[in-house]
């Protein structure tokens, strides 16, 4: 999971973004430019993971964020170094804008997102490795039941999956505890597919897969911390991938420990 989906997820979650209707004219006072609805983070982490594979070839990865929010529109920009320099992977850069609101006890978000790879290879790599996507996610939190459980689920749609690979659906669900004391514990769980003839990052006979987290979370000093387990359903690196990135040992289990702090 990225760092700018967690920002989302813990602005709906904190209730900064509420019901429609006029109920909120504090927020609705204020002016976009307004320093408040600025945000950012630093992070680093031991590996670059996403959705289960390493990003950044079980390297450290050092990681930056700059967010705006007014209202229930939300953008920003989130970047992070890579380690892939045979094809000049080496940073990645992600635009992403989006509406939040709360409907009937649910926090829900869309968001169109662009994932960028300045300096790319492209004769090397296969193809384009840049990738458009949209996010619809939605959660609720269940006060009542013991650990105040937050379930959400999150759809991906893009109609070029990485290295026009063809379209592409990703699901993931989740649910996260608050053990009391600043702690919490979460579990993840997501299904990539691709769809198309020029499946050159996956297995052609299968470009499907599937992966899983848990961690756990907690802060210190200012500090957010996230000491997280990540696996795949894949074990065979030869007849699953064929990208420099993507291989056998980038897609095995790991544990990956992050550190942010946002201001």
Not at 129 to 141: G, K, L, Q, T, Y
């Amino acid at each position: 999971m990225k760092s700018h989906e967690k920002r989302i997820r813990a602005v709906l979650l904190g209730g900064l973004l509420t019901a429609l209707g006029g109920h909120a004219p504090a927020v609705l006072a204020q002016t976009p430019l307004d320093a408040e609805n600025f945000s950012g983070t630093v992070t680093m982490t031991t590996d670059y993971v996403f959705r289960g594979i390493s990003f950044s070839s079980q390297n450290p990865a050092i990681q930056g964020s700059a967010d705006w929010a007014y209202g229930n529109w939300f953008a920003g920009i989130w970047g992070t170094s890579l380690d892939h320099a045979g094809v000049q992977l080496t940073s990645e850069y992600d635009f992403y804008f989006g509406f939040a609101s709360s409907n009937a006890g649910f926090d829900w978000y869309v968001q169109p997102i662009y994932y960028h790879y300045p300096n790319a290879d492209e004769e090397a790599a296969g193809g384009d490795p840049d990738m458009f996507e949209v996010w619809v996610n939605a959660s609720r939190s269940i006060a009542e039941v013991p650990g105040a459980p937050t379930v959400d689920i999150l759809y991906g749609y893009t109609p070029d999956y990485f290295f026009e690979s063809g379209s592409g659906h990703y699901i993931r669900g989740g649910v996260a505890f608050d053990l009391g004391g600043g702690i919490g514990v979460d579990f993840g769980w997501g299904y990539q597919t691709v769809e198309g003839e020029n499946n050159v990052l996956f297995n052609v006979n299968d470009p499907n897969y599937s992966h899983w987290d848990v961690g756990i979370t907690g802060a210190i000093v200012g500090f957010d911390l996230d000491l997280r387990y990540h696996d795949t359903n894949q074990e065979t690196g030869d007849d699953f991938i064929v990208r420099e990135f993507t291989t056998e040992a980038n897609t095995e289990s790991r544990v990956v420990f992050t550190i942010s702090r946002s201001f």
